[in-house]
């Protein structure tokens, strides 16, 4: 059973930092990412990592937002940086194959101006 775990989320000020992390069990090596939801909006890709270590990033944050894994600790980051208002969100983590996905809970970031 794949469970997925977050935590990092809080509040903060514009221009500050977090970091996400995203602990996954019952699964190894897979293709991970991280998500995003406003409110009143569709969740959104923010980036993804594919298990050899290739990223994606969306445009809004390219430059700010660093993916990166540690597979011995079976555990995806997303150091953000440069935080604005409207990075607040709840941030999902995604573990993915061609066949299947899950997702975490979300945890929730705030960034305040």
């Known amino acids: 059973q794949v469970q997925l775990v977050e935590s990092g989320g809080g509040l903060v000020q514009a221009g500050g930092s977090l970091r996400l992390s995203c602990a996954a069990s019952?699964?190894?090596?897979?293709?991970m990412g991280w998500f995003r939801q406003a409110p009143g909006k569709q969740r959104e890709l923010v980036a993804t990592i594919t298990n050899g270590g290739s990223t994606n990033y969306a445009d809004s944050v390219k430059g700010r937002f660093t993916i990166s894994r540690d597979n011995a600790k079976n555990t995806v980051y997303l150091e953000m940086n440069s935080l604005k208002p409207e990075d607040t969100a709840v941030y999902y983590c995604?573990?993915?194959?061609?066949?299947?996905?899950?997702w975490g809970q979300g945890t929730q970031v705030t960034v305040s101006s």
């Open positions: 019952g699964i190894m090596y897979s293709a």
């Open positions: 995604k573990a993915y194959g061609r066949t299947w996905d899950a």
